[in-house]
């Protein structure tokens, strides 16, 4: 598992999209399904912003990693063509 995620990505995931979600949860209902289903997506903002891996971002090559936006996995590294 290849770290794909930059510091402001994980940031953003953590400490606004999770967030956010867990308010309108409560708007909305913890127990309806919109709630769950919103409950569901901000355990899974913080898992990947806390493990710095997006798997939706591993099947679309790419990486928000520090080093800029890149391909992954296809044999090129930051100053290397």
């Known amino acids: ?4 995620m930059g ?3 994980r940031g953003l ?17 913890a127990g309806t399904v ?8 901000a355990g899974i ?8 891996f997006c798997p939706t971002y591993t099947v679309l090559g790419i990486s928000t990693r520090p080093r800029g ?5 296809h044999g090129l590294h930051a100053g290397h063509a």
């Open 7 to 9: 510091t402001s990505d």
């Open 1 to 4: 598992m290849t770290r794909n």
């Open 45 to 52: 903002m913080v898992t990947t912003a806390v493990t710095a």
């Open 13 to 29: 995931r953590a400490f606004v999209v999770a967030p956010a979600a867990i308010v309108v949860a409560f708007i909305l209902g």
């Open 69 to 73: 936006l890149h391909r992954a996995g």
């Open 34 to 41: 919109f709630g769950v289903i919103l409950f569901v997506v």
